[in-house]
């Protein structure tokens, strides 16, 4: 079964037709004032005529006869009639035509038929005038010069007042429109109109507005999504690594170093090393899938550095890379040790990784305005432009095998510190992780 769909009109359409009447409407209103005016015209004629001659007859003291009415009536082109205290006319008309003539207001023109009007003026104390002349014959229509010079200027200043109209409110809602497709795919995408500062610009920055908004939404339940998937897989994974790993961890600091040669004795390291790599990957899922807030206490951010540092010495050597501590004055914090650790070896181990090949990295702490600076800088090849935008997001990773996690949980803890992370490549090469966090006076 079909289903019938509403008809739509475009904006366009309806204003068209919308401004279509009011031309029509608006002409043939025209016409009628027109119309009204010539009558106002004519009337205003014939009263300035009827009093001339009422008083010319009165100044001249003129005799009230029938030959001087019809004589006047003459020169006027009009009846005229004198009319006495008792009513007779001068001169006379038939009972028929003279009934309508009594009852005349004085000083108005009168309709007394279809076809006649009548003025009656006050003479003297004996005798009025009646003064008697065809109505005026309609002579405006649409073919008549004056009526169609004040239709065409009329036509001509609704013309523009459309086209002011239509440039100032139709074809801006058609840009607006036109941009629809787009403008909920993309925060790149600026509605048309959004700079006006009218209600049309109003509508185009509450439109973008609620695009953002939506988008935002999305992304957060995007987000919520893959940490649902995220939670349920870490789960199972640290049940699954967790038991096996503590007993490597456990056998590993049973075996006596002293009976062993350098070079096991090195291995030794190495295997206690990568496991506490494991460990802070696994805990740091964890971390991820169920946030807490840091436990806090009195801490030398340069003493946690330092541990961090000689804990990835072993696993840097075999890299190749050098790890250079710069400036390291006492900076006073209040952070989670663990955490805190966490955080500088994610950005470290992203450090060595960076240099496949060996090189320097170097760490550099300042205490600037009351917030403890770390930079760490790598010798690599630096964040790309898509790793400047999106590096600290969640499953952002431009290394191959890599899960976008490590940033993002540095992001997420040095926030709960009430600090700061940002990503930049060095002027002379190399990419640079900068942490702020606040000092405790």
Known sequence: MDVLMP??????TRFVVTFAAFVVAGSLLLLAWLRHQQQAEHERVFLALARADADFVQRMNLPRSAKLAADLGKLLRMQIHFRDVNGMLEPALNEHDAIPLK????GIVHDVSDAWQALLLKLDASHDMVFICRKPEVTLS??????????????????????????????????LTRCLSCLFSSKECSPAGAERNDEIGELARALAQARDDLLDERQRRE???????????????????????ASIQLHAQLVD???????????????????????????????????????????????VLTETVAALKAQADHAGVQIRLLALPPAPIQGDRARLQQVFRNILLNGIQAMPHGGELEINLDTLEKKAVIRFRDHGSGFSEAALTHGAELFFSEKEGGMGVGLNVVQEIISAHGGTISLRNHSNGGAMVELALPLVS
């Not at 008549?144 to 609704?158: E, G, K, M, V, Y």
């Open 257 to 303: 170093v002293g009976a062993m040669d350098a070079e096991s004795a090195q291995s030794l390291q190495h295997v206690q090393s990568e496991a506490r790599v494991i460990e802070g990957l696994v805990n740091q899922w964890l971390y991820l899938t169920r946030p807490e807030p840091p436990k806090m206490q009195m801490l030398d951010a340069r003493e």
């Open 103 to 106: 009852a005349l207001p004085m």
């Open 142 to 175: 649409l073919w008549h010069p004056a009526t169609r010079n004040a239709l065409l200027a009329f036509w001509l200043l609704s013309a523009a007042l459309g086209w002011v109209i239509a440039r100032q409110v139709v074809r801006p809602v058609q840009q």
């Open 7 to 12: 008809q739509t009109r475009s904006l366009a």
């Open 223 to 245: 987000q919520s999504e893959r940490m649902a998937l995220l939670g349920r897989v870490a789960t199972g994974l640290a049940h699954e690594i967790k038991n096996p790993l």
